[in-house]
């Protein structure tokens, strides 16, 4: 069944979007991982067009989350309208968002400072004092009680 919208045409059951000519499907995947359309004054994500397309506008503060984790899979059947905090929570446990090391905004150290403190023979709070960080910081590193990801 395909569906109108901005000026576009969309296959829903297919995820894909189309433009005046129906030739072939429109749209590019921006630094996100999405797929981006523009069109003269309109441009919007695919996912979103999609699901509008189908049921409406989008309820305001709420998200459209892909099922899968894939982003450019945008078939009706893999998108599901989300607050913010389900949609995150959705990302880390599939794997799409990450907290630990340096990806953790309340990270104090990175993977070269923590390569640095488990190789110094200077004592903990020398190190603390170099790098900025408490001497508790610093004796987690070393013991492997935080940045087990670092080798």
């Known amino acids: 069944?395909?569906?109108s919208i901005n000026?576009?045409?969309?296959d829903p059951e297919k995820?894909?979007?189309f433009g005046k000519r129906l030739k072939r499907p429109v749209g590019r995947v921006?630094?996100?991982g999405y797929v981006e359309l523009t069109n003269g004054g309109f441009a919007g994500l695919a996912h979103r067009l999609i699901w509008e397309s189908v049921s409406g506008p989008i309820p305001r503060g709420m998200?459209?989350?892909h099922i899968n984790g894939c982003k450019t899979d945008n078939r009706i059947s893999n998108l599901e309208v989300v607050t913010p905090s389900e949609n995150l929570s959705h990302a880390y446990r599939t794997g799409l968002?990450?907290?630990k090391g340096e990806s953790n905004g309340r990270a104090q150290l990175t993977g070269e400072?923590?390569?640095?403190?488990?190789s110094s023979s200077e004592s903990t709070p020398?190190?603390?004092e170099l790098l900025g960080v408490s001497r508790r910081t610093v004796s987690d590193v070393r013991s492997g009680n935080t940045w087990r990801n670092i080798a």
Not at 113 to 118: G, L
């Open 63 to 65: 998200q459209i989350n």
């Open 126 to 128: 020398r190190i603390a």
């Open 113 to 118: 400072s923590v390569r640095f403190i488990r």
């Open 97 to 99: 968002a990450t907290a």
């Open 30 to 32: 921006n630094g996100r």
């Open 1 to 3: 069944m395909l569906t």
């Open 7 to 10: 000026g576009y045409t969309c």
């Open 15 to 17: 995820g894909l979007i």
